[in-house]
């Protein structure tokens, strides 16, 4: 059951009946964290996990202390708190560090005692080619701000560029500037947005107008933009009497920040089964979207919210090593710690078109759409490596590469793609900010447990004679019924006097053996004579039943 946002009535979720894809965001609450799924036609195209112990997310801002200057990398490694000292690049302080810096000190030393930067005295823009060492000295403090999440034995990369993102801005504080997305590419739009913001925004505090903006009216973006002022007062406020290591300034968590990023026209529903996320996200729209509070529907269903939108069945079978292509085909994907490589296999394809060429165009073609896929669904950055089968034709591969390059429009990470090699691979670089996502959707194994070990299969047969004497015996069974694999259900009913026979002579009942080729090697199974399976003792719980029975015979 989904309870709408906009009524609070409990309604179904209607199929979808416009042509224009559907766009469903779906929150599923756990223990660690929130499990983020964005549908595109209820198709899995984006995952994240968004954990309750992560303190070291993009977009954080931090009090940081220089701890160790490196002339050689033009860098320095500042502690913010975290386990491993974070990188900061002489290349990521930005034209307004100079006037950061100054205006940390200030505040810190309570000379500066309002937030607005109105009265402040911009320095002149930082050198692109000075040194670290003439900049960072150790045990300097620093505001600085993530621009890359923890990867692996790394720290989080930091940048000195301090900037607030809105759902419509971004604003950055010591500048001018009003930059304009490039995806606005009507002229007329991009004067009108620029002559707005520059009527609204306040002194010494440039803006980056998103590409969202562009139809917006301007009580729109006026409220963005009070939005960010008043997060940066708050910034202010906390750093006056802030320690080193304090985080300052905390970016939106995943969820919050896809919505603001993501919202848009084109989004039908958000589903969430958690009523605090719900509660917290409904108050969220009201702020920045009132028109979207109806989209927003709490789920209350007894079937898990991810087991009902048929998620979980896509998770196992996206993030696994293959990954079969639609219409035939499959993708190899394996991860390394210096790039990722995806090869593209025909499968059974081959024999459906008339000649080589042909085939891996067409296997190609369906593959790029899966890659440009797992690419946004695992959230893989840095350097991918995609091995194309063959082509001889220039024309087709120029149509594999622009097929890449068109279904990767919509993600939002930057991205490079390089021309299809004559030896048909394809690099790509994309924006890494975090880990990429990583599920395992293998299972443990039920013969071994997990171990890679079974029990001797030379015991399994005197495991079965105890559980059979066990039963007959102690328990006075009869009529039951042996599950065992096919080799073992040969050995005990083959041969003139086979060992069901023997069974029968010794203990005057007969037991029916029956062949199941869904059991491991050493597994069986047995059921009484109504078919129920019998739940059998451990063979040690059964040999020490059967030693006590000779012990009391013997007495």
């Known amino acids: ?79 913010i708190g975290y386990q491993k000292d974070a990188f900061l690049h002489y290349g990521d302080l930005g034209e307004q560090f100079p006037s950061l810096s100054k205006w940390v000190k200030g505040v810190q030393s309570q000379k500066i005692t309002v937030g607005a930067l109105k009265n402040f005295q911009l320095e002149g823009p930082l050198d692109k080619v000075g ?41 950055v504080p010591f500048s001018n500037t009003i930059s304009i997305s490039k995806k606005i590419v009507s002229k007329t739009e991009r004067e009108r947005l620029k002559r707005l913001i520059a009527s609204i925004k306040p002194d010494n505090f440039g803006v980056i107008i998103r590409t969202v903006a562009e139809g917006r009216e ?102 696994g090593k293959t990954v079969t292509v639609p219409g035939g085909g499959y993708l190899v994907i394996e991860h390394t710690e210096a790039l990722h490589v995806i090869d593209v296999n025909s499968g059974n394809k081959s024999n459906q ?13 369906s593959a790029a759409k899966e890659v440009a896929r797992q690419l ?15 082509m001889k034709s220039p024309d087709s591969r120029k149509k594999v590469e622009d097929a890449v390059k068109d279904i990767m429009k919509s993600d939002k990470a930057r991205f490079t793609i390089l021309p299809i090699t004559k030896f048909g691979l394809l690099q790509i670089t994309r924006q890494r900010v975090r880990p990429a996502e990583n ?49 073992l259900h040969a050995y005990y009913t083959k041969g003139l006097v086979s060992k069901q026979m023997k069974w029968y002579l010794k203990y005057y009942k007969w037991v029916k053996v029956v062949k199941d080729t869904s059991l491991g090697l050493t597994d069986y199974r047995i059921e009484d004579e109504r078919g129920e399976e019998i739940e059998l003792h451990s063979p040690a719980a059964a040999m020490a039943r059967l030693q006590d029975r000779e012990i009391e015979i013997t007495d």
């Open 376 to 390: 946004r669904l695992r959230d893989m950055g840095g350097i991918i490596v995609v091995d194309f089968i063959d």
């Open 1 to 79: 059951m989904w309870v709408s946002g906009g009524s609070g009535a409990i309604q179904e979720r209607d199929a979808v009946t416009t042509d224009t894809l559907s766009n469903e965001l779906v929150i599923n609450s756990t223990q660690e964290g929130e499990r983020i799924a964005l549908l595109q036609d209820k198709r899995l195209i984006e995952y994240h996990f968004d954990r309750n112990d992560t303190n070291y997310s993009v977009g954080d801002i931090f009090l940081g202390t220089v701890k160790k200057v490196m002339p050689g990398l033009n860098a320095a490694f500042i502690d």
């Open 131 to 171: 040194k670290a060492a003439d900049i960072f000295k150790k045990g300097q403090q620093l505001l600085v701000q993530i621009v890359k999440e923890p990867i692996s034995t790394k720290g989080p990369r930091l940048s000195t560029d301090i900037s607030m993102a809105g759902r419509y801005l971004v604003l």
């Open 353 to 365: 078109e008339s000649d080589q060429e042909a085939t891996a165009l067409a296997v190609n073609l």
């Open 439 to 487: 599920i395992v959707t293998g299972e443990v194994c039920p013969t071994c447990g997990g171990t890679g070990k079974i029990s001797a299969s030379i015991l399994v047969t005197d495991e079965i004679d105890n559980s059979i004497e066990d039963l007959l015996v102690t328990q006075n069974q009869s009529g039951i019924t042996l599950y065992v694999h096919p080799f």
């Open 218 to 319: 301007v009580a729109e973006l006026d409220k963005d933009m009070q939005s960010m002022v008043a997060n940066w007062e708050q910034l202010f406020q906390t750093l006056r009497t802030a320690k080193e290591r304090d985080k300052i300034l905390g970016e939106l968590g995943r969820t919050s920040s896809m919505l603001r990023d993501m919202l848009n026209e084109s989004f039908d529903a958000i589903t969430v089964d958690s009523t605090a996320m719900y509660e917290e996200m409904h108050g969220y729209l009201e702020k920045i979207a009132p028109d979207k509070v109806n989209l927003l529907k709490h789920y209350t269903g007894k079937v898990k919210l991810f087991e009902q939108a048929n998620i979980e069945k896509q998770l196992k079978t996206l993030f």
